[in-house]
């Protein structure tokens, strides 16, 4: 899976866009971006995922480089509840364990009044 | 509908000892996966099961083990407990295991404290 560097932590003021940034230089052709977010305490929670195209959902939206060596997550309101640390994945097809996610450390996104 | 639900919430259990964790998948998921979470880290992956079959494993010793039953619940054993044990125990479920495209849910973890 693809190695993504993300910035340890982001502040939003509530009701602004919340744009977090991923790079995933050595992506490869077949792999997928993938989102999760997880609040203090509980599951990760799947939000989005990509492979070339522009996606968005009922949570967020995601923007991938044409080159798709990087990508970003918008959550276009961002309220006191998104506080949470985000998550960017890189995870393959078919690898006879594709499940497996490789998480790194994640960028702490602190949601303000 | 039910998410994929996790048993026990919180543990103690002292060094030496041995721990089984319990997860109920979603309804209609085949594969289930085992993650650790040590405070301030990300998970890491332990395990895959599909269809109760080992279809992955991490790099973790074999004092870690896990089954996955004809209704695709799955426990997961630690023996041997070491205090480094201590963390969160989170299981995802998904319908398959073979696709990019395929979403894991986790469930809520269990909180093991190892004294």
């Known amino acids: 899976d693809a190695k993504t560097t993300q910035p340890t932590s982001m502040d939003c003021a509530e009701g602004r866009a919340a744009n977090l940034p991923c790079n995933h230089s050595t992506i490869s052709g077949n792999e997928y971006v993938y989102w999760y977010r997880q609040i203090h305490s509980q599951g990760p929670q799947y939000i989005i995922h990509g492979l070339k195209n522009n996606e968005t959902n009922e949570m967020a939206s995601l923007i991938i480089t044409e080159d798709r060596k990087s990508s970003t997550l918008i959550l276009p309101h961002a309220t006191l509840r998104d506080t949470a640390v985000y998550y960017c994945?890189?995870?393959?097809?078919?690898?006879?364990?594709?499940?497996?996610?490789?998480f790194g450390t994640g960028t702490r996104l602190q949601v303000t009044l | 509908d039910a998410g994929v639900t996790q048993s026990p919430t919180h543990l103690i259990k002292t060094r030496g000892q041995q721990v089984t964790l319990r997860c109920s998948p979603i309804s209609g998921h085949k594969s289930v996966s085992w993650y650790q979470q040590v405070l301030g880290q990300g998970p890491q992956f332990i395990f895959q099961?599909?269809?109760?079959?080992?279809?992955g494993r991490g790099n973790f010793p074999d004092r870690f083990s896990a089954r996955q039953f004809p209704n695709y619940s799955s426990e997961l054993n630690v023996n041997a407990l070491l205090l480094g044990d201590s963390a969160l125990y989170l299981c995802a479920s998904s319908i398959g295991a073979n696709s990019g495209a395929n979403v894991l849910t986790f469930g809520a973890g269990s909180r093991l404290t190892v004294l």
């Open positions: 099961y599909y269809e109760k079959e080992e279809r």
């Open positions: 994945i890189g995870r393959g097809c078919y690898t006879g364990t594709a499940s497996k996610l490789t």
